[in-house]
């Protein structure tokens, strides 16, 4: 058949590929294709970059930056599919908003406007669709951006699942701002925002009728304002990330992937609340691989780390702020832990997905 | 409960809806909430708007027109849950791109870049992954927008259909440009730019067995050349709108009672191809309800009608582009017909949705 896609024989050059292993030998979607970890990006890399063409390769599953009119915009889209729709410190709703800001704000935009595109399920209750868009009008008016155009679909009953939502958002570049990994050279300090793996582990207490002893609320949350504060203390900084599907150890690997850099982390910085810790324990997970919302990762030209600290330690998000680690010569695009043993260990990329829908 | 919203006491001022019933007694969603006609303009105007605030309700469900850094955008988006995904004409990857595409060239924009999130259902085949990403692909290229950021997620089997697509869309809009059905005022000419009801009736021909003796292909296109071709003329169109869901019926109400003008069509001069009609016949439709993909409507100042349609005729999507009716001042708010009779019928606004999923 002509129009069989030889999924083995990629169009692309291989020359140019980041992602580590080749396709799988994968007829049909697996829920990993959906993780953000090797097999979202052998997704993007195989089928969907040389479809669609042009720079969408270097720019698919990130906040693109673009040139319109003369003005510099951050764009971006997220699906939103999480389980359940309510869970301890938000909703679908929050996550909607919330998600997208944040992807805009690791270009340093500001987001202004979003879209909204509700995929609703025959027979959900309006109350829940109610609640839901209440949740995140609110948290749109938190993040102080505009919805300014939405779209409804209904599917019959037992071909979605309930409620799901996707927003794509466009905000302002501010002049003098570069975040790419590219720009990452050995010597930067890395430092991220605050303890890590709430957000995934809030979504799992509440699921399958786990209980940790301890309520872990999530932690999402827009980060426009704590980016705002970075960018105030300089504008060169080297690039951002927020640590959502795939968690710290993703966001790590393809920052390290992309700029060709070595990145070295010191276990014993990277805070991991207890209660976390305890329930990663119980359910055989590594906290570096679960899912955050309302934290990011910054990797910043040494000279100006400790003013960077200083102003987010000064932001009600990023109190708790810590430097974890550097940038290297060493390993090329490699992420290695110092372990608390005086040992180290590779951090690799996931493969798949932990917690499949925890946003 | 405090958080049950009660649905019947509105909070939005009365006074400024256009919806011409208020919100039926229904707890739960139902097909019709996503089929473009009355129950989606409640569903909007009664949860979202309100939920949401800002302009939303002023440009919730059509492209808003934004200003950005001193540049005047348009920004729109749609999902697409067509059942099947490929069909006589197309697949869900050039409804992706099309519907977008044509939400922003009713402001007068031309597409720039383009947005787009999967929603995967576990399961699905990787090669029919492909083919609608290569759908996508050249559906975009053809259109002249790119596809500049992405997002993938993964539900489980039985929690979603296949595969779903959002895109959203900006693109600039012209100086001089602005397309408002408030700018409709009598004596305006109102022009449809070919036949209609094709892809609704292309949809259905591939759907639950039902053919038609006759292959109908759907007339899906990127309408941005034929509308840069009709700016060409004068800046100076009043309105634009592409009758997608809900027909020419669904496009004519929301002008009208957004206008406050009335308008007047001729019912033999709406050009209705003999397959589509037949195919109406046997099934109970009406051709006015049934959705269009690759169509515009236009309200034009009568001193420009003539130039402006000379000008449609010369573009390939515009060959067929007929004067159908006129905006009046008598009843205002109202679309009205004239029969083959001598006599006139009223054009309603459609309740719910003839034929789900068909975007």
């Known amino acids: 058949m002509s129009d069989t896609i030889d999924l083995t024989t990629p169009s692309v050059d291989p020359e140019s590929w980041t992602c580590p292993a080749p396709l799988r030998d994968q ?34 599953g990130d906040s693109a ?16 599919v999480v389980r359940p729709l309510f869970f301890p410190g938000g909703s ?14 690791m270009s340093g935009a500001r987001a202004s406007y979003l879209s909204c595109g509700f995929i609703l399920e025959e027979g959900v209750e309006m109350e829940r669709v ?12 938190a993040a102080g951006v505009e919805v ?18 996707n927003t794509a958002g466009i905000g302002l570049i501010p002049d003098g701002v570069d975040l790419r990994p590219q720009r990452v050279v050995p010597g930067d300090v890395v430092i991220v925002s605050g303890p890590i793996g709430v957000h995934g582990v ?16 999530s932690d999402c949350a827009a980060l426009g304002g704590l980016v705002g504060a ?19 150890a993703a966001a790590l690997n393809e920052i390290a992937a992309a700029s060709g850099a070595g990145v070295v982390i010191t276990e014993r910085e990277i805070p991991v609340p207890q209660a976390v810790a305890g329930a990663c324990a119980v359910l055989g997970l590594d906290p570096m691989y679960v899912a955050n919302e309302g934290k990011l990762v910054a990797f910043v030209p040494r000279e100006h780390a400790d003013a960077v600290l200083d102003a987010m330690r000064a932001h009600p998000l990023g109190r708790e702020s810590r430097i974890i680690g550097e940038a290297v010569e060493d390993h090329p695009g490699m992420v290695v832990a110092r372990t608390g043993l005086g040992g180290t260990r590779v951090v690799d990329m996931p493969i798949g997905e932990q917690l499949p829908r925890i946003c």
């Open 148 to 165: 300014a155009t939405g779209d409804t679909k209904v599917v019959e009953s037992g071909h979605g699942d309930g409620i799901f939502i």
């Open 65 to 80: 930056a673009l040139l319109l009119g003369g003005v510099r915009l951050a764009f971006s889209t997220d699906s939103f």
């Open 202 to 217: 809030a979504i799992l207490s509440v699921r399958e009728g786990l209980e940790f002893g301890v309520e872990i609320e």
């Open 27 to 60: 007829s049909r979607i697996v829920m990993g294709h959906g993780g953000g970890g090797t097999l979202s990006a052998e997704l993007v890399r195989h089928v969907f970059a040389p479809a669609f063409g042009g720079d969408a390769l270097a720019q698919l």
């Open 92 to 105: 679908i709703g929050d996550l909607a908003v919330n998600g997208t800001v944040n992807d805009l704000a």
């Open 230 to 248: 970075m960018l105030a203390v300089t504008p060169d900084l080297h690039v951002l990330r927020d640590p959502t599907r795939g968690g710290l």
């Open 130 to 141: 109610a609640r839901v868009a209440d949740a995140l009008g609110r948290a749109a008016r």
